[in-house]
């Protein structure tokens, strides 16, 4: 898979990293000069240039890519990059870092953003998953598919525990796609019970979150 990823600064490097080591071929794609740490991701291709521009596109040879990550510190910037990947160059999928969560409303399909990245919004995520039995925290948010996956860890009071997984009829556009125990994952099946302190993962649609905080207990 080849990936061009906008912006080369430390997240941006640390992204062309995991994807080389997971052998993938990857173009760090920066505007600054000082950004241009060719040493730090040798195995990388670099370009110096501005990720906004058509003609730099162009260059960095967009129209061969399967996916472009736009990583800049500049939310604007990572927006303009995302639309111009989709609209003049059709590439399959976009990711985008959102650095402000106020606007991240902005990174849609309207933009060109398959999956935005929060990380604010993540490590809250992560802080509430670790402390918060018994509620819904979003994890991540995808975008283009009006999808988000969502953990919620089983709590002795919930109406759903004692169950099996095929007893419980969670609501439309609701999956649950694994279930922690132990620090180990189990893909659900029908006849699995459901245990007091299951971490449960679901990917559903926003319009299902106040039906599935129900079901769990929490409405």
């Known amino acids: 898979m080849r990936v061009v990823i906008a912006g080369a600064g430390i997240v941006g490097r640390s992204i062309a990293r995991e994807l080389l080591g997971n052998?993938?071929?990857?173009?760090?794609?920066d505007?600054?000069?000082?950004?241009?740490?060719?040493?730090?991701?040798?195995?990388?291709?670099?370009?110096?240039?501005?990720?906004?521009?058509?003609?730099?596109?162009?260059?960095?040879?967009?129209?061969d890519c399967d996916v472009v990550v736009a990583a800049t510190g500049d939310d604007k910037a990572n927006l303009v990059v995302s639309l111009l990947a989709k609209t003049e160059y059709g590439v399959p999928r976009t990711v985008a870092r959102v650095n402000n969560p106020k606007n991240e409303w902005l990174f849609d399909e309207a933009w060109g953003v398959d999956v935005a990245v929060s990380t604010p919004r993540l490590m809250t995520a992560l802080v509430e998953e670790a402390v918060s039995v018994g509620e819904l925290v979003r994890l991540f948010t995808f975008q283009q598919g009006q999808t988000w996956m969502a953990e919620f860890t089983l709590e002795e009071s919930s109406p759903v525990l004692g169950r099996t997984v095929g007893e419980v009829e969670l609501p439309g556009d609701t999956v649950l796609v694994a279930i922690v125990r132990d620090d180990r994952p189990i893909a659900p099946s029908p006849d699995d019970q459901l245990e007091a302190g299951d971490h449960l993962m679901f990917l559903s649609s926003p319009d299902a979150e106040a039906a599935l905080r129900t079901l769990l207990g929490k409405a």
Request: net charge negative; proline share 5%; with cysteine.
């Open 23 to 29: 052998g993938h071929r990857v173009l760090l794609v």
């Open 31 to 63: 505007r600054s000069p000082a950004a241009m740490k060719i040493s730090s991701v040798p195995d990388a291709q670099w370009l110096l240039a501005d990720a906004c521009e058509i003609s730099s596109l162009d260059e960095a040879e967009l129209a």
